[in-house]
């Protein structure tokens, strides 16, 4: 069973600096996308960040430059490196870890999955 811990987040000033990390568990000897979403109040959830297990990465627009997405392969850990944070940042952000097919890899069946984190809540003042 795939689990997601979630940690990092919390209040900040424009400008400054966060990370975020979100370790997963379990089924993981198969390719997997680990991916930041972050959501407002009464707006839809927005992709911010994503990378999968070959490094391949990407980014929203409003984020590039300012926000980095790497991995630890060795922990299975996701980091979202969030640099020269603005208010506009204000969300809450929620990993979520993807499998969209079953797949054979390594003599391993894995089972395709799609697991949202809780959230952690990055508050940005100006």
């Known amino acids: 069973q795939v689990q997601l811990v979630e940690s990092g987040g919390g209040s900040v000033q424009a400008g400054g600096s966060l990370r975020l990390s979100c370790a997963i568990s379990?089924?993981?000897?198969?390719?997997?996308?680990m991916s930041w979403y972050r959501q407002a109040p009464g707006t839809e959830r927005e992709f911010v960040s994503s990378?999968?297990?070959?490094?391949?990465?990407n980014y929203a627009n409003s984020v590039k430059g300012r926000f980095t997405i790497s991995q630890d392969n060795a922990k299975n850990t996701e980091l979202l490196q969030m640099n020269n944070l603005k208010p506009q940042d204000t969300d809450m952000y929620y990993c979520?870890?993807?499998?969209?097919?079953?797949?054979?890899?390594?003599?391993?069946?894995?089972?395709?999955?799609?697991?949202w984190g809780q959230g952690p809540k990055v508050p940005v003042s100006s």
């Open positions: 979520k870890t993807a499998r969209p097919i079953r797949l054979y890899q390594g003599g391993v069946y894995c089972d395709a999955y799609n697991l």
């Open positions: 990378i999968d297990t070959a490094d391949t990465t």
């Open positions: 379990g089924s993981t000897e198969c390719s997997y996308v």
